[in-house]
């Protein structure tokens, strides 16, 4: 089985250099072996105007290219919400 994970890790950038959300995107897709499954995580500061919707495609847009083998897989999470507690 292919799987690809991320962990949570303190950042050691202030909040102040983040970028105004947080997201957390996993895909999986049946391989030659089981399921191929990756986790992306991060934070991004959306231009004026960006839906949900929008930051989905650009999110998903930036795994598949970085993993191709995910291309079409099934969105097992995805989350997206202002960083800040």
Known sequence: MSQT??????????????????????????????MATATTSGTHTPPAGWTTYDFYLAVRADLERNQPELRGGVVVHFDVRPNQL
């Open 5 to 34: 994970t991320t962990t949570a890790t303190q950042s050691s950038r202030p909040a102040a250099e983040q970028g105004t959300h947080f997201y957390v995107l996993t895909l999986q897709k049946p391989d030659g072996y089981g």
